[in-house]
């Protein structure tokens, strides 16, 4: 019975011009929602680089980055670009995206909270890539990543930040200084 279902499900996507390679490919999709994201005010988070924290959370941590956080590159200004957005930015609000539960093994209730820091319509994050301060895939979230937006949030700010991406790399600023385009 499960072979006939199966064969049935992959006439159907032939059909439809899909092949199985993108049915697969959908099991691995965001995993969006329309429940409310965390928010707290940025001015209560002490930032060190992109790495925060608040002092009533002292098992979490907060960051500005959805992928390599730790490891990815940066402009030798890239915390001074934070420090300078956030005095601006006094009223900012952080909006958590997304949470990696057990971030440390040793504490079991230990979160990252991966966080887009707001002001109305201007955003940290995006000012960092805009600035060369960071790629634009830092601040995009993986496959089977969980998250409190909706896909049309997350897919305007990913083009917002992949054409920050794109401007930075053109005036060549931040990390982008040396490269040939």
Not at 31 to 37: D, E, G, P
Not at 101 to 118: E, H, I, T, Y
Not at 154 to 177: D, H, M, T
Request: charged share 25%; hydrophobic share 45%.
């Amino acid at each position: 019975m499960k072979i006939k279902v199966l064969f049935l499900l992959i006439s159907l996507l032939t059909i439809f011009g899909l092949t199985a390679t993108a049915s697969l490919a959908q099991n691995k999709e965001i995993q969006f929602s329309a429940f409310a994201s965390e928010k707290i005010k940025a001015s209560d988070i002490s930032w060190k680089g992109h790495f925060g924290g608040r002092k009533i959370e002292p098992n979490n941590v907060y960051i500005l980055m959805t992928q390599g956080g730790f490891l990815a590159p940066t402009s030798k200004n890239f915390e001074d670009l934070i420090k300078s957005w956030l005095t601006e930015h006094p009223n900012a609000q952080t909006k958590v995206v997304y949470v990696l539960d057990g971030m440390l093994a040793d504490v079991p209730d230990s979160k990252m909270k991966a966080v887009w820091v707001m002001d109305g319509d201007a955003n940290l994050n995006i000012h960092l890539v805009r600035m060369g301060g960071c790629p634009a895939g830092t601040m995009l979230l993986n496959p089977e990543d969980k998250t409190s937006l909706t896909r049309e949030e997350y897919q305007a700010f990913a083009k917002k930040v992949v054409e920050a991406q794109q401007l930075a790399k053109e005036e060549k600023l931040g990390i982008w200084s040396d490269s040939k385009k």
